[in-house]
T-cell receptor
Framework: AQSVAQPEDQVNVAEGNPLTVKCTYS??????LFWYVQYPNRGLQFLLK??????LVKGSYGFEAEFNKSQTSFHLKKPSALVSDSALYFC??????????????FGSGTRLQVQP | DAGVIQSPRHEVTEMGQEVTLRCKPI?????LFWYRQTMMRGLELLIY????????DSGMPEDRFSAKMPNASFSTLKIQPSEPRDSAVYFC???????????FGEGSWLTVV
């Protein structure tokens, strides 16, 4: 079974400061890892993914995430937060070898609040 | 390009009524997913299809829920009879069979009173 843990229900950061949203995962074999963002009353929007290659992946809106296999983590980061980044962020995983099961397993979500 | 299109966006219905949610996946996508989002349980996979064939329906809560995909461009999720505990946001999502990224629709916000 695969699972994702997002240990923080909410992260508060001041505008202009760096932000980190944490994610750890459990999966058999190598993972495919994803971050999505959800704004109020909207669907989930894809931000970035790690499939293979460079452990640091860059995505939309200046976000990036670092894959750490030894720590089974995939933390989302941004050097300088904007008020408009305030939203609900989801980490998701699936096993790369499981071509028959393509659905993603999502974490519980972390609410990011950026204060002006 | 059009994204995943869901209808209705909002539905309020009375307990016991039948509810049908509809989804049009992104053109060319062969995998389709139905997820449910609630405050208590977060995002749960209900069912997903590859090439119109249901692959995994283990997340469907009970027999009151059914999903169909009669062709590559249309899917429905039906709840009959509906109950207040079915109140949630239901998301449809799609991806290419040989792709990794899943794209979500805007959701159908269901309230059963």
């Amino acid at each position: 079974a695969q699972s994702v843990a997002q240990p923080e229900d909410q992260v508060n950061v001041a505008e202009g400061n760096p932000l980190t949203v944490k994610c750890t995962y459990s999966v058999s074999g190598n993972p495919y890892l994803f971050w999505y963002v959800q704004y109020p009353n909207r669907g989930l929007q894809f931000l970035l993914k790690y499939i293979t290659g460079d452990n640091l992946v860059k995505g939309s809106y200046g976000f990036e995430a670092e894959f750490n296999k030894s720590q089974t983590s995939f933390h989302l980061k941004k050097p300088s937060a904007l008020v408009s980044d305030s939203a609900l962020y989801f980490c998701a995983v699936r096993a790369s070898m499981d071509t028959g099961r393509r659905a993603l397993t999502f974490g519980s979500g972390t609410r990011l609040q950026v204060q002006p | 390009d059009a994204g995943v299109i869901q209808s209705p966006r909002h539905e309020v219905t009375e307990m016991g009524q039948e509810v049908t949610l509809r989804c049009k996946p992104i053109s060319g996508h062969n995998s389709l997913f139905w997820y449910r989002q609630t405050m208590m349980r977060g995002l749960e996979l209900l069912i997903y299809f590859n090439n119109n064939v249901p692959i995994d329906d283990s997340g469907m809560p009970e027999d009151r829920f059914s999903a169909k995909m009669p062709n590559a461009s249309f899917s429905t999720l039906k709840i009959q009879p509906s109950e207040p505990r079915d109140s949630a946001v239901y998301f449809c999502a799609s991806s290419r069979v040989d792709g990794n990224t899943i794209y979500f629709g805007e959701g159908s916000w269901l309230t059963v009173v």
